[in-house]
């Protein structure tokens, strides 16, 4: 069986918390995070991370290179799309992402896929309804429940590699890494000059290879993230696919670690590379490090992301096996203009006539990892993960997000977003496009 057949769906972010009023210097940081995570500093005696400047590196040259100003002016408010309690509810014992509205909605909707699936008898289909009602509880219970994280690990935690929490140092990123977003901000950078500083994993699927941060860094990052896995501290899931890893934002580790280097390094980059998926327009991201180890996750169905962009980084330790495998692109008009109303099999917005032939499944190309290096794809490029085989396997994920494309259409349910104001970045919608964008250079 075609791998990427099974569990092809989405990849989503568990979400944050009610809004509340911000004053946070930083884009999206609410101001009671900011002061937790000044908080920690103080506990820890670090000095608290400092605003980085604009965004822009590079000044805009004609219509594709007109670049958000992500941190200018006021604190920007980030939404969700209200869609995360009722799409998109991943079944892993069925390999399915389904829609979820109720009991009738499911038999309508799913009956035929699920009981082709194993779900036959009554007590099957009672003990998934229970499921989904507890996830759908479950989503609704993430923001509260993730703020509390946030503000206890601020209180209380005490990391092994407190430098790790310092602003993010050249020094951290790989030499090749560094030139290649240098020549990203001068003055005349093209892409194919750009093409020249990094690996073309495909040209036809766009997705390309660079080293990103020293070994020394990710051994650092190692040691840190595992001494808060050993700790008592309560921990997140990373997404709703994957079960094990660690929210960056819940450890502190957004403003110093994330945000510059989405900011600094990866605007520039993806703008060349990717100018019509909002690459020069990022303003918000979600990043988590997922861990593969026997026992616990080992591999994961295929899916898209919840964002424009993705770089996933491995950070280590020593493995075998886990190779990503890219298949074609997500595309809006796969999805299903007629809406919950008509449903789905695979996940809700996929035409089933697309699923019958799921081409863009066919052929996958694999990519095999390698320490420090990251592999950059558009969010809805499909794929996902082949089993460990031995050892573990953590990345750094992070998805980057323009609000200029999502506001138009959210990818989770391939509507015009229903926006619900959120903590932090939420799911990166805002209520407002940013100034400085043209629409007319969006595809
Ligand atoms: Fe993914």
């Avoid at 992402?97 to 194993?118: A, K, N, T």
Wanted: hydrophobic content about 35%.
């Amino acid at each position: 069986m075609n791998p990427g057949l099974v569990g092809w769906g989405h990849c989503e972010a568990e979400r944050e918390g009610p809004t509340a009023t911000r004053s946070s210097p930083f884009p999206g940081a609410e101001s009671s995070s900011f002061s937790a995570l000044g908080n920690l500093h103080r506990t820890l005696g670090r000095p608290t991370p400092r605003a980085y400047p604009e965004v822009p590196l590079r000044k805009p040259r004609g219509r594709a290179r007109r670049f958000t100003m992500a941190t200018a002016g006021a604190p920007r408010r980030f939404c969700r799309c209200a869609c995360f309690c009722s799409e998109n509810l991943y079944v892993a014992r069925y390999g399915l992402h389904v829609r979820f509205r109720g009991e009738q909605q499911l038999r309508r909707d799913y009956g035929p896929i699920l009981r082709s699936r194993g779900c036959v008898g009554p007590e099957d289909f009672q003990q998934l309804l229970e499921e989904l009602e507890q996830e759908v509880e479950r989503r609704q219970r993430l923001g509260q429940e993730s703020a509390a994280r946030k503000a206890l690990i601020a209180s209380s935690y005490h990391p092994a590699r407190p430098e790790i929490y310092s602003s993010l140092q050249d020094v951290a990123l790989a030499p090749g890494f560094l030139a290649a977003a240098e020549y990203s901000t001068v003055p005349g950078a093209d892409l194919q000059g750009l093409l020249q500083r990094l690996e073309t994993v495909s040209e036809e699927k766009r997705i390309y290879r660079l080293p990103v941060f020293t070994a020394r860094f990710c051994q650092a990052l190692l040691e840190e993230l595992e001494h808060f896995e050993r700790s008592d501290m309560p921990k997140g899931r990373p997404n709703t696919m994957n079960n094990y890893g660690v929210l960056l934002h819940e450890l502190g580790l957004d403003e110093p670690l994330v945000t510059p280097l989405r900011e600094r390094f990866l605007q520039p980059l993806m703008a060349l590379l990717y100018p019509d998926c909002g690459g020069g327009w990022l303003d918000s991201h979600r990043a988590f490090v997922v861990k593969y180890a026997p026992g616990q996750d080992r591999e994961l169905g295929c899916h898209y992301d919840n964002a424009e962009l993705t770089i996933n980084v491995a950070l280590g330790k020593a493995f075998t096996g886990g190779a990503l495998y890219f298949g074609g692109l997500f595309q809006v008009s796969m999805c299903d203009p007629r809406g919950s109303a008509s449903g789905s099999w695979e996940c809700p917005g996929l035409s089933p006539a697309v699923l019958q032939a799921p081409s863009a499944l066919a052929k996958p190309l694999e990519v095999e990892h390698v320490v420090g290096q990251g592999i950059l794809h558009r969010g809805g490029q499909l794929h996902g993960a082949r089993p460990l085989v031995t050892g573990e396997r953590w990345n750094l994920v992070v998805w980057l997000r323009a609000s200029a494309v999502r506001n138009r259409l959210c990818p989770m349910c391939c509507r015009k977003p229903d926006l619900v104001d959120d903590e932090g970045f939420g799911d990166g919608f805002t209520r407002e496009e940013p100034t400085t964008v043209d629409l007319c250079a969006l595809t």
